[in-house]
Each structure stands twice: as C-alpha cells, then as structure tokens.
C-alpha cells in the first residue's frame, strides 16, 4: 500500500480523536474517577519523597508516574476533565503510532514501503474496543502511559537489533523503569526484553544468520523464568522501600493460589482464554465483568500450546507474542477477586494487545500473498468501519454515569457495587422508584452476610418519598451494627439525617439521642476518611439547636483536614458562631430561669 508516511501521522490521531470525540466532554466517571480527583485538589506540599517513597503503612498500587501526571493537570489546567479526556486520547494516538513503527520494523526492509501491515496494524490497535474503558476513564491512564513506556522499549530495542546503536538498549531500559513506575504489571515485560534482544528470524525478520543469537528452546525458556524471578523481585524492592508493607490481599491470594494448584490452573486457562477471546472478538463490551465461561479453559489450552510453539520458533513476532502473554499474567491474581473491585476487566488486555497486534498483524500480512492496492484499501476501510464504529458507540455510553452504569448492570446483572451505583444514579435523576426496584434486587444479591448498602439506599428512597419514620427506622438499624461503611453509603446516611434533621413532624433526636450521633459520625469518618462528614454533622447539630454537639464536630472537622485546606476558615467561622449561639441559649435560658423565680 502506498502511504506516505506524513500522511499515516496525521491519519492516525485524526481517526483516534474522531471516534473518541464523545468522551471529551464526558461526565467525571463516579466509579473511582471523582475520587480520584478530590485527592488530587487535596495535595498541598508536594515533594520527590512524598511521591516516590510515600511510606504508608499498607502498600497497595505504586504508581507514582501515574500521580506525577496529575499533578501535572492540577497544575497546568485545574484538573479539567476534558482536557485529562484529552490526554488520554493523545496517548492513545501515540501508542498507535509506536505500535506502527514496531510493526514496520517487523517486516523485511524491502518490502516495508509496499507493506499494508504496520498501517492495519496501527488501526487495529488504536481503535480496538478493548481499549475503550483505558481511554475513555480517568483512572485508566496508568495503561496508556504504562502502554507508552512499554511500546517505546520494544521500538528501541528492535532499532538496535538492526544498527547496533549502543545507546538504544540503555534507552529501552530507562522506558521499561518508567513503564514499571506507571504500572506495576509492566514487570512481567523484561522476559520479552530479552527475547527479543537474543531471537530474530533471519528468513522472517530481515536479519543476517550472524546477528541471531543461537540458543536452544531450554536456554531461551530458562531466561525467561530468570527474568520474570527478576521482575518479581525488583517490583517487591521497589514496594519495600516505597511502603512499610504490602497489601494483605497480594500475599492471601498468591498463598491461596498456593493450596488448591489445580483450580489455579484452570482459573489462569479461562483467563488467558477469556482475553485472547476478547482480543479478536471483543463483543460485548462489559465495564465489570464478575465471571468467564468455563469452556474458555479449553481456549486456554491451545494459546498456551501456541506460546510454546512461539518459544520453539525464536523470531521477533514470536517475542513479541510471548511478551503479550506473559503481560497477562499478572490479570490471574485479580482473576481471584480479592484484589481489585472487578475479577476480569477489559483494560487488563491493553498492554498486551498493544505489543501483540503487530506481530499477529504483520505474520497474518505476509501469509497473504495475492492482495492488490485496492483490496488492501477496501481490509483497511473495514478495519476503520467496524471497530471505529464500535468505539465512538462505546464513547457515546461512557460520556455520562447514568448510560454507562445502566449498560454495566444490564451486561453483569450480578456486579452489586455497580448495581449499588446505578440505584444512586437513578436517584440522582429522581428516577425513586425504578430506584428501589433495583435497591430490592441488590438486597436479594447481598443476603448472604451482612451488607450495610441495601439498608443505607432504602432509607434515602423512604425518605424521598415521604415516608420518615421508614427512613430514620432503617437509619436506626444500620447505626446498631458497627460496621465499616463505604464512602457512598457514608454519604447516603449523612444525607438522610441531614434531609430529618429540619423536619418537625418527626425530629431526628426522637430516634437518635445527640451522643449518639456523634458516635455514629465517628465511625463514619473511620470508615471513609473525609472529614466533611464532621463539617455536616456539625451543621446538622446546629439546626437542631445543639451548638456544643456542634463546636465538637466543627473541632474534629478542623483537626482532620489539612492546615492549607479552604474549608478550615469556614470551619473556624462555625466554631465561633457556636460559641455565640451557646452564649445567647445561656443568656435566654438564665433569663427565663429569673423571671421564673419573680
């Protein structure tokens, strides 16, 4: 096909950014992206430490690139999140482009200017639906830049297999530690480093039989456990000096993995299956998926008899393909569900779909041998048609919660977190009675154990609907049980007090003595860290005519945010104006008491 190659540049961003042009202007996703942000806008001294080597007492992702990239939206545009949505499709494009000149160096030098492969290629990946949840979600940069780092390392890595320039192997290097400070799992790619550092094809790849390094199938499979035993081992250093422990549910999961092997087998099958199944079918798209089929352990079985063949071959495409696998593996500790909120995700194939679409893409290229200009147009255009298609659709329900919350739960009617989310979604948008349909289903899923969600969203439905004494019965109940509550059902409650707190006909205090809540807004503030809890529930305090309650929530409030946060002035403001309220109830109370004794 005859490209040039200034036009393909410009080709492929425009196309990115088309089909994800509904996702500019998207909704904050509330499924960690919101969160997210709120921390971000409450970082006040930022240092190399603070980023590098938190030290907090339980480690569970380092990514400190990922927050450095934040940060840098905080500082130069306010944490917009049209313009994150922005850089997340540059990214995107980028990749695209990376994973162009991989595959171009893929194929013999002389045939890359007739070659259709490293533009289909680059098609392919940069508008495959599976990349959709990376791109169109905040939270999910730590794939793109991770994709980035990962994809410049290949690149540099095959340029210096074909000049020899010494400085290209230290640039890969340094693009692998990046890729490793963007996401943990890019560990699982030095295997693939090396493979493609001592393995090339002299009849497939273009290279002279003196610049392939000959190794036998043992030597090359023992390097790649050597490396993996290294990528391992460098990511638990780098978490023992950024953290003062690991997270408790990476060590349960692998000790659990441990006991049964078996299962652990058959789990990792279906999930290699489950994703190299998504990679060429990607239908139907799925923000949460809670469980696979298990007859993907059969699928499983033949990639992985493949990955060995891939082994046994020693060609660039054939690394590259292990590497992909291998990227994968990391995925089969989540796929236990104790680790992540979802078992299997889509965003969990990114990496290795970017490293495997070129060399599956330039193989399948060179096997067609009877391909003219104009059915290389017509392969390129379908290729534009149908995933394109399918990803501006998907932007389209990524670009508000309601759409994409509702599509989740249709898709994993079993997801409770997310059905938990829509209930709130269809509360937001007063939709209260389709609300509690769904606030009934979730209670029907949770009711093996205890589940403060359901209790926490049927008494915010009675009470917008009316019905008090329902709402603040169902309150009662939930503060009788000390239980940890997440953030939203922490917010759920609080608005359900605040909401009783004015009304006369049924007074909160009737159900709720004062010490009471107070205790209740303690454990809430434990359970979800925000101290806005104990801002409101000094407001709630001063509605109800009780400035000491108050003064002593506004305290905690003041002591739990930072010194440079906004509120504290407000806070402060609060205290003082308690302390006036105190004041006059004790003049007009002393007053009273006098004209009782006249």
Known sequence: MKVRRGFLLALLPALITATYYPVIFAEVCKVDDQKMLNSISNIHDVTFRALFLPGGANGWYYRPLIGASFLADRYLHGLNPHLMHLVNILLQSLNALLVYGIALLLIPSEKRRASPAPLIAAIFFGLHPLATESVSWLSGRTDLLAGFFLLSATLLTLKYRENGNR????????????????????????????????????????????????????????????????????????????????????????????????????????????YLKKMLIPWPLNFAIVEVDPLYELLGVLIVGLTFVALFRNTRRSALWIAGILLLTPSFLIAFNQIAWTPYAERYAYLPLALMSPACVSWLAERIHKTTYHSDIVATLLVVLVLGGTVFVRSVTWSTNLALIRNTVEVSPLATDIKGLYVLELVEHKRYYE???????????????????????????????????????????????????????????????????????????????????????????????NYFIYYRLGK??????????????????????????PLQPIIRRCIVSCDRLDTSFQTVHNGHNIKTMR
Not at 482 to 504: C, G, H, M, Q
Not at 545 to 554: E, I, N, S, V
């Open 167 to 274: 400085l290209f192997p230290v640039g890969a290097l340094a693009a692998l530690v990046c890729a490793l400070l963007a996401k943990e799992t890019a560990a699982a790619f030095f295997p693939g480093l090396l493979l493609l550092l001592i393995c090339a094809g002299p009849k497939e790849d273009g290279i002279s039989k003196k610049d392939t390094l000959r190794l036998s199938l043992f030597t090359r499979s023992m390097i790649c456990v050597g490396a993996i035993a290294i990528g391992v081992k460098a990511v638990m250093v780098v978490r023992s000096l950024a953290f003062q422990s690991s997270a408790n549910n990476i060590s349960w999961t692998i000790k659990f993995m441990m006991n049964d092997l078996s299962h652990t087998i058959f789990v990792c099958l279906g999930a290699v299956g489950f």
């Open 435 to 529: 609300a509690e349909r769904y606030a009934r289903e979730l209670q029907k899923i949770t009711s093996v154990g205890y589940d403060p969600r359901p209790a926490a969203i049927m008494a915010y439905l009675q009470m917008k609907h009316g019905n008090i004494v329902e709402a603040m019965t169902q309150l009662k109940s939930l503060t009788s049980r000390k239980s940890e509550y997440s953030p939203f059902v922490t917010t759920l409650l609080v608005d359900v007090i605040e909401e009783a707190a004015p009304r006369r006909d049924f007074p909160v205090t009737t159900l709720f003595k004062p010490e009471e809540l107070s205790r209740f807004g303690d454990l809430l503030f434990i359970s979800s860290g």
């Open 540 to 565: 709630i305090f001063n509605r109800l005519g009780l400035p000491d309650y108050a003064r002593d929530m506004f305290t905690k409030a003041s002591q739990a945010a930072p010194p440079t946060d």
